[in-house]
């Protein structure tokens, strides 16, 4: 039967009024005509990827963008300070592509966690990657200050990961989460996508496995995200089956201490036949939107600010910073862009817009 997620939806809140409604976003934080203020920076460091995921990207990969058109290294370490020092970030998450196929991430991660907030907080980073090459570089990635990884592993079979993935990587994936779990990188979240026809029956295992391994799994609804528009609404597996399906091997409890907040995922409690217990998620982005409590600011390996996931136009940093602009100039653009963010993601409109980048080149 259909469970409740217990997830907001999108909801307007009330605007600055008069002309606090002129500048409430010319100083600050990154602050939203919503009631919305982002401190959660998602920054992009390559569109490249080693695997081929159908719902990412098509088999034969996509034209990669310019070496000279992405951030250096000083550059993104210029712009997540700026961040962290003037526009109130809190916590940095480094993405892809594949992040960990970019040269440095040691570098910048060192660099994002030495950052103090004005508060003098610390700086929480984590990654998300797909965990092929994490087996080598977990413990010097956790030397460096990072916090925890989030690893997308959609499959328990070597043959669906391949036919999923184009790549015969799976036992790469493994052995990265549990070298991710032994450096101390906690909690270890697994991120896994059901795609109907290929993987759905996979929910019970998948979780067996997780609380086996100690490790935290999420279960995420497939977004309009991938380049060959084939997205349909009705293909997608749903939050509401993912739960009746677990509902048939354990039982689930809502998490009723935990304040979601901004987080994207609803958590359950889980106890099965044998008595183990442990935590599920779902993050059901499209059948249960969270736009209204949304808290993060996106940038690209580009340099572009994206104001979400789903938006369809970006703000250039890049350009403005290698033309000599100072601080002050790029939080301005910065604090604009996520001012003019758009209430929700509008999946169910019928003017629904794809975004014209790929999940790759926006960065999860």
């Not at 890049?318 to 100072?326: C, E």
């Not at 604090?335 to 790759?360: E, T």
Request: proline share 6%.
């Amino acid at each position: 039967m259909p469970v409740d997620l217990g997830l907001p939806l999108v909801r307007s809140r009330r605007a600055p009024a008069g002309d606090a409604a002129g500048s409430a976003h010319r100083s600050g934080g990154l602050r939203d005509q919503h009631g919305r203020t982002a401190v959660d920076l998602r920054v992009s460091l390559t569109d490249r990827c080693n695997l081929r995921c159908g719902y990412c990207m098509p088999p034969e990969g996509l034209p990669w963008a310019a070496k000279e058109s992405l951030l250096t290294d000083a550059e993104v370490v210029r712009l997540v300070t700026l961040a962290v020092r003037d526009l109130g970030v809190q916590e940095v998450r480094f993405t892809g592509g594949e992040p960990l196929l970019r040269r440095g991430l040691e570098d910048l991660v060192a660099a994002t966690t030495a950052l103090r907030t004005p508060a003098g907080a610390p700086v929480r980073a984590s990654l998300t990657t797909n965990g092929i090459g994490l087996d080598r570089r977990a413990a010097p990635l956790a030397a460096a200050g990072l916090h925890r990884v989030n690893v997308s592993l959609d499959t328990l079979r070597p043959d669906r990961f391949l036919a999923l993935t184009r790549r015969d990587r799976h036992a790469d994936v493994l052995a990265g989460i549990r070298a991710a779990r032994e450096a101390g990188l906690s909690p270890v979240k697994v991120n896994a996508v059901l795609l109907r026809g290929l993987n759905d029956d996979e929910a019970p295992a998948l979780l067996r496995w997780a609380l086996a391994e100690d490790v935290q799994l999420r279960f995420i609804e497939q977004m309009p995200l991938d380049p060959q528009g084939a997205w349909r609404r009705e293909d997608m597996v749903t939050a509401d089956e993912v739960l009746a399906a677990l509902q048939e091997h354990v039982v689930l409890r809502p998490v009723a201490s935990s304040v979601r907040g901004s987080a994207p995922a609803q958590t359950w409690q889980v106890e099965d036949r044998a008595g183990t217990t442990g935590t599920v998620g779902i993050i059901a982005s499209v059948t249960r939107p969270f736009c209204g409590d949304c808290d993060r600011t996106r940038l690209t390996a580009d340099g572009q600010v994206r104001t979400c996931l789903f938006s369809t136009s970006e703000t250039d940093l890049r350009d403005l910073l290698r033309g000599g602009a100072g601080d002050a100039e790029l939080a301005a653009a910065w604090r604009a862009a996520m001012w003019g963010k758009r209430a929700g993601h509008d999946i169910d409109d019928p003017g629904f817009l794809h975004p014209q980048r790929p999940m790759s080149a926006i960065g999860g």
